[in-house]
């Protein structure tokens, strides 16, 4: 179960540690995927917790948390790496370094993550470079320092998803869409790739738009930067498609572009949605999407060990006799309508 919330300084960490140990208690076949960087950091900040530094002090509230029956991190709050990107976007969010050190910690202990990143807003093109490449640096370090064939085992990234920023509703999305009528007579670039550097050096005195100009990202670029991602970041087993940002047939597409997950369905889903998007999908059309893109669905667990293969007549989308009466053939479901329930993951295999 994926479970991430707002930042209440008011709520102890024993009331965390509580709430872990009711649902390990109850449902002890679940495993508990919870609690991404930027919420580690502020738990940081609320708890003081011993340690030099950020790794040391992630390290003692993960241990907490793990030993309360967290398995694992998702890989929220990634944004954009680049800082001059990250401060005009963050909203108050961990950066860079806090970020990724989080995840090394909890790297360290054994712990397995996943990295993403949301663009097509102010960002350049260089900054996505420079995300990826710093997920790639850092899972060779978690590699490296934590491998299988090291002295000391421990977690890596598992898996990475990008999706583009959607717009509707957000204080973001107000900024004017470039190229303006301005940018046009005078024949400037997007800010953003002026600014943008693949070392992630780049400052926002280098344009006096940056920040002011938003570039949205369609289907095709969403496609090409899910081509680059699974190139450039090839040390990280698993690339998602992201259908919850893209609906279902794009997140199809996007089997043929390097995903080779399509996520889950979902219990409950309220940052996507309120920028007025909401794609809901039941375990059933999941398979036929990845079925329909030539692969064989298979449900997995959080460390994407297969658990079955739906290859045999008794898969669920075989089982549909009549699509037309499927209860999830309205495949967009408006944002005032009930989500449904969560089944499974399924994942697109050879």
């Known amino acids: 179960i994926l479970m991430q919330g707002g930042m209440n300084p008011n709520l102890p960490l024993d009331w965390y540690l509580?709430?872990?140990?009711?649902?390990?208690?109850?449902?002890?076949?679940?495993?508990?995927?919870?609690?991404?960087?930027?919420?580690?950091?502020?738990?940081?900040?609320?708890?003081?917790?011993p340690g030099d530094g950020i790794v040391e002090?992630?390290?003692?509230?993960?241990?907490?948390?793990?030993?309360?029956?967290?398995?694992?991190?998702?890989?929220?709050?990634?944004?954009?790496f680049a800082p001059a990107v990250r401060t005009k976007i963050g909203l108050g969010k961990c950066d860079?370094?806090?970020?990724?050190r989080v995840m090394y910690a909890a790297h360290s202990l054994g712990m397995f993550t996943s990295a993403s990143m949301m663009y097509g807003h102010i960002e350049g093109y260089a900054d996505r470079v420079h995300h990826m490449r710093m997920v790639r640096e850092w899972q060779d370090r978690a590699l490296l320092d934590f491998g299988a064939d090291t002295e000391n085992p421990g977690g890596h990234y598992l898996g990475f998803i990008s999706w583009p920023f959607q717009p509707d509703n957000?204080?973001?999305?107000?900024?004017?869409?470039?190229?303006?009528?301005?940018?046009?007579?005078?024949?400037?670039g997007f800010p953003g790739d002026v600014v943008a550097k693949l070392d992630g050096s780049g400052t926002k005195d280098l344009d006096k738009n940056f920040g002011r100009r938003l570039r949205l990202a369609g289907s095709t670029e969403y496609l090409r930067t899910?081509?680059?991602?699974?190139?450039?970041?090839?040390?990280?087993?698993?690339?998602?498609?992201?259908?919850?940002?893209?609906?279902?047939?794009?997140?199809?597409?996007?089997?043929?572009?390097?995903?080779?997950?399509?996520?889950?369905?979902?219990?409950?889903?309220?940052?996507?949605?309120s920028a007025g998007t909401t794609y809901c999908l039941d375990e059933a059309v999941l398979c036929r999407l990845i079925r329909e893109s030539g692969f064989i669905p298979a449900q997995r667990d959080t460390h994407y060990d297969v658990l079955k293969t739906h290859a045999g007549p008794d898969a669920p989308d075989l089982l549909v006799k009549d699509w037309s009466e499927h209860r999830t053939k309205r495949l967009h479901i408006e944002n005032?309508?009930?989500t449904m329930t969560a089944e499974l993951t399924v994942g697109a295999t050879d």
């Not at 860079?96 to 990724?100: E, H, I, S």
């Not at 204080?171 to 007579?185: F, K, N, V």
């Not at 990280?236 to 199809?252: D, E, K, L």
């Open 18 to 49: 509580e709430l872990l140990n009711g649902i390990r208690e109850r449902f002890p076949h679940v495993r508990i995927h919870a609690f991404s960087p930027p919420e580690l950091i502020e738990f940081i900040n609320f708890f003081g917790p």
């Open 57 to 80: 002090q992630a390290r003692w509230v993960l241990g907490k948390l793990k030993d309360a029956g967290m398995g694992s991190l998702p890989g929220g709050g990634g944004e954009i």
């Open 96 to 100: 860079m370094n806090a970020w990724l």
């Open 170 to 188: 957000t204080a973001l999305g107000r900024l004017p869409h470039w190229p303006t009528e301005e940018d046009q007579a005078v024949g400037l």
């Open 226 to 273: 899910q081509a680059v991602s699974r190139l450039m970041v090839d040390n990280v087993y698993s690339i998602g498609s992201s259908w919850v940002t893209m609906g279902p047939h794009i997140g199809q597409v996007a089997l043929q572009f390097g995903a080779n997950d399509m996520g889950s369905v979902m219990m409950e889903e309220n940052v996507v949605s």
């Open 336 to 338: 005032n309508e009930p």
